[in-house]
């Protein structure tokens, strides 16, 4: 089974069309199957290039996909409670209000049929129930389309990251070679 790097020349033209947020991943690993001899100054420049750049990419990935995924939860919420509205068929309610910092209030809503929804960027449109369904249905289908593109995005800077790790258990492995064989030139002399 031959090292990684030895077969990596035939690998790097995929890499380079894959790789769209690591694009220095592909030249790293040039650099290193081009090179003839392995020094710890290459080790160390895959370890901070995995924790620099890769490792902190994936980390703002996973947050962003995580906000979304908050926001949907949200819409999916107000959909159901405006589906109970319309099931029930209330005109006039009492209900807590979140004032903000979870500071709530007793309301009185004297016509249910309006709703204020939030359509970004902090503005609020007043919808009909079947207005605001629409709209949320609208809106759900787009965040999931970014959390899908986040997910994506997500797997290969894994997959990424798993190619690094294993670069680098390669060179260690060339590097532990070089060093018997070292060992074995001064063990004849």
Not at 14 to 25: A, D, K, Q
Not at 115 to 120: P, S, T
Not at 161 to 172: A, C, F, G, R, S
Request: proline share 2%.
């Amino acid at each position: 089974n031959p090292p990684l790097l030895l077969s990596l020349p035939q690998h790097l033209p995929f890499l380079g069309t894959s790789l769209n947020r690591g694009r220095h991943l592909g030249r790293l690993i040039a650099m290193a199957a081009e090179a003839a001899t392995v020094d710890q100054e290459k080790v160390l420049k895959y370890e901070r290039f995995l924790d620099e750049k890769l490792k902190v990419q994936l980390e703002h990935v996973l947050e962003e996909r995580d906000k979304i995924y908050t926001e949907q939860s949200e819409y999916t919420k107000l959909q159901n409670k405006i589906e109970t509205l319309q099931a029930a068929k209330v005109k006039e309610m009492r209900a807590m209000v979140d004032l903000g910092s979870s500071f709530f209030c007793q309301a009185q809503v004297v016509d249910s049929s309006m709703i204020c929804v939030e359509v970004g960027f902090g503005f609020f449109v007043e919808f009909t129930h079947g207005e605001a369904l629409a709209f949320i249905d609208k809106k759900v289908a787009h965040l999931k389309s970014k959390s899908d593109k986040l997910t994506e995005e997500a797997a290969s800077i894994k997959a990424n990251i798993k190619l690094v790790l294993k670069t680098l258990h390669e060179l260690q492995f060339l590097q532990q070679q070089q060093q018997q064989q070292q060992r074995r030139k001064q063990g004849r002399q």
